[in-house]
């Protein structure tokens, strides 16, 4: 994997109209992949032989809720999300009487460590039902302290830290200074806990409106001081919906920098980090994977507002509290809806995943298919080379320029899920909130 970085993005109009072209065909192709249907399904369908499974668990609580984010969460409240956890659970079971065995476990959110015994419990099982030895888990800057670290340093392998910048500026806009300090203390916080996990990961955010370079390359310092093994900068990825409320507060998406500004970032890590995915950079050698869609070809999700995705189809489960708890007491799993893909969207899908996590094993490829990538996918294959998205040396691993465009593939993807969930959670109710109990 090459550990060059170049200013290849700033000021090029060959970049910049290739980012823009690229942008508006994943809109369209992504409302493709996410059309879900109703589906009567009561749970997933079996594993098939000689696949590899990851398990995908989501808390969907916090104690406060960031304007920028789509994903399904709740405000805490402590006796819904005790129920909660034992309908996860409950789930988990589910799959393991339907024979799952999963190589990883990734535990998102919300914010999956507000109540930890519950967190440890759920871990413990998961390990017990399917033999998982890496665990990967999302935390908040105010929950490093002492007896999280010694709870969960054993139960964790990777644990993901939400920072999103260490800048005290943005994290009042994003409100977050509040709720879990300045930056100096939430840089204190991950130098303290860094030694005590495999891998820790700080999640940061790039090209929030306000961010300047400087207070970019500032963060990129802290990122460096830090003492992570691991950071992933994140495009700003907001939903439509999103984005309108934003411009209202903190000011319109700058979409246009986005390329210096991934510029800025590999060349601000270069010397300490190399590439991991399209937005994740280890230190050391770090090697374990920030996103479970790539470490596996197939993930299972469980809990309310989850996807899975088997045997080329993606499926959706609710993401009402009320509606799911009500579900898995049934010994049913809560899908709503599910998309299969065509053998063209699947080749695409693939090639997407595996360019995000800087491989394309083209082999691979042709044996899944039983056709090559220039052929199954001409038309991709003939943008990325005229652009020279593939080193030279190794048309398998994506160049500089194919780390940017595969970041503009994912964050069009991801963007399009969010505003799936925005849909979704617009049609909640306060009952489906769990908003009916004191907190």
Known sequence: MTNSHHNIFTSSPVIHGAERLLTTFMKAASKQYLSLKPTALSMVPAPLPGHTYTLYAHVPFCESLCPYCSFNRFILNHAKAKEYFAAMREEMHILSRLNYRFTSLYIGGGTPTVLPDELAQTIDLARELFGIDEVSCETNPNHL????????????????????SFDDGLLKQMNRYDKFGSGAAILEGIQRAAPHFKSLNVDMIFNFPSQ???????????????????????PLM??????????????????????????????????????????????????????????SEEYVGVGAGVFSYLDGCLYASTFSLKEYGEIIARGEMAL??????????????????????????????????????????????????????????????????????????MREFFTGVNNLRDIARASLTPLDRGECLDV
């Open 336 to 409: 709503t809806g599910s998309q299969p893909f065509s053998q063209h969207q699947q080749m695409r899908y693939r090639m997407m995943m595996d360019m995000f996590g800087l491989n394309f094993n083209r082999d691979a490829f042709k044996q899944r298919f039983g056709v090559s990538a220039e052929r199954g996918l001409w038309l991709e294959m003939l943008f990325f080379n005229l652009l020279g998205a593939f080193e030279k040396q190794d048309r398998s691993i994506p160049s500089p320029v194919g780390r940017y465009l595969s970041l503009v593939i």
């Open 238 to 295: 907001s939903s439509p919906s999103v984005q309108r409320s934003m411009a209202n507060s903190v000011g319109a998406l700058v979409p246009s920098r986005e390329a210096d500004y991934y510029s800025i970032i590999s060349q601000g890590l270069a010397q300490d980090f190399i590439p991991l995915s399209a937005w994740t950079f280890a230190r050391g050698g770090s090697s374990l994977i920030d996103e479970y869609i790539v470490d």
């Open 145 to 164: 302290h002492s007896e999280m670290i010694a709870q969960f340093k054993d139960r964790i392998q990777r644990l993901s830290v939400g920072v999103q």
């Open 212 to 234: 300047t370079p400087e207070i970019l390359h500032a963060d990129l310092q802290a990122v460096i001081n830090s003492g992570a093994q691991q950071v992933t900068f994140y």
